[in-house]
């Protein structure tokens, strides 16, 4: 069992800067990998960012949606049980409630860890608005 707590959403403009944190408890979070995703007003739930273990667990990597490629950093810091998105740049089109998830994936497939319902422990979510 694997609670998530994220952290750090709040209201920044146009071109402002965010980290978010997603805090885990648990004795196992290097094995997991962790996902952020997003959910804006009215629309479907979509990837952000991932980050996990591949190479059959010897390097770890990470991935991103198109339209935050560039912009986006996921990281992550195993003695603290912490996962950070730091974002960059941000539009209006960021808005959203983004949310930290984790599974302990054999693997990196990206038709894996781009996909929400692949993922066991969600956090409760964290509002970022951008806004002028």
């Known amino acids: 069992q694997v609670q998530l707590s994220e952290s750090g959403g709040g209201l920044v403009q146009p071109g402002g800067s965010l980290t978010l944190s997603c805090a885990a408890n648990?004795?196992?979070?290097?094995?997991?990998?962790m996902g952020w995703f997003r959910q804006a007003p009215g629309k479907e739930r979509e990837f952000v960012a991932a980050?996990?273990?591949?190479?059959?667990?010897?390097?770890?990597?990470?991935d991103y949606t198109d339209s935050v490629k560039g912009r986006f950093t996921i990281s992550r810091d195993n003695p603290k049980n912490t996962v950070y998105l730091q974002m960059n740049n941000l539009n209006p089109e960021d808005t959203a409630i983004y949310s930290c998830a984790a599974n302990d994936f054999l693997g990196f497939e990206r038709e894996t860890y781009q996909a929400p319902q692949k993922y066991a422990y969600w956090g409760q979510g964290a509002q970022v608005t951008v806004t002028a």
């Open positions: 980050i996990g273990w591949a190479g059959g667990r010897t390097r770890v990597t990470s």
């Open positions: 648990g004795r196992t979070f290097i094995d997991y990998s």
